[in-house]
């Protein structure tokens, strides 16, 4: 009985500014919750949503044919502009080569995050970890020059299919209409190598945490029971790895869509969306249509979400 005396179950109030705070915060945990997340909820609020709404607001508006002047008032004739031929073309153009990347990343991450999940073991998984990010611990332009260098005419890729006697297959290849050019620096074969370069790892993450969920025992249960491996994968493997899939295609879709940096130095002339946003907001001051032109990945990356949702790709993320 003394020793519980000694050490009473409710001690006295603390005394002082931090006595009275931490006392009402015990007896309140609710204003402790508000006044944690008020900093964040603002910064999201008023910078962010704050931001994003002002930039749609800009969009609504109009430039002036005669003075160049930002017209404020509501129109819709901006985004008729985005139905010109010429920027109808770029968004294409982004959108197309955003998928291409997405799928070619997903075709590559998936052996390479399977064989991580269910296969490396100690200083393999810790290898594998080190090769994937090893590459977002370096310079984003640092990566995209370093690659310029190696897809130019005089670049290490050029030398070693000139010793292995394969310069006429790379010729070829950069005959073609569309995919071809000067060189593999100056094509969007070269742009879309790069793209996927850039954004593999954010592919393989999402998609290496959602395998190592996979239940080792249901795989072994659909081959005890008879099953193809490519009737394991695509009834039990594939489903359950399919949101580490759209977490990754997320990533790596929007990337592509919003990113102006790697056509500019990589690739042919035509412009991407992030390319006609900076030169309508820069040299062509046009304002109103390069809120536009970002509108667009915004649209896009709702409907690919809702999709992906109508899909049921997000019941078990």
Known sequence: ???????????PRRGGVAGALSDAFWRHPGLLLFLMLT?????????????LFALL????????EFSGLVQYEFTLKTYGELLRAQNLDVIVRTVV????????????????AYFAARYAKGKWKAFFYLAV????????????YAWKLILAKEGILNWLLAKLHLTWLLEAWLSLPIVGGNSLSFSYTGTFLVFLYVWLPFMILPLQAALERVPGNLVEASSDLGAAPATTFRHVIFPL??????????FTFSLTLGDYIIPQIVGTSRLFIGQAVYAHQGTAGNIPLAAAFTVVPIVVMGFYLWGAKRLGAFDAM
């Open 39 to 51: 900093p964040p909820v603002l910064w999201l609020g008023i910078i962010y949503l704050g931001s």
């Open 133 to 144: 990010m090893l590459p977002l611990w370096s310079s984003y332009l640092v990566k995209v």
């Open 241 to 250: 790895a399919l949101p580490g899939l759209v977490a990754g295609s997320i």
């Open 97 to 112: 080569m955003a998928a291409i990347v997405t799928l070619a990343a997903a075709a590559v991450a998936f052996p390479i």
């Open 57 to 64: 607001a800009q969009s609504f508006f109009s430039i002036d």
């Open 1 to 11: 009985m003394r020793a519980l005396s000694a050490n009473p179950a409710i001690l």
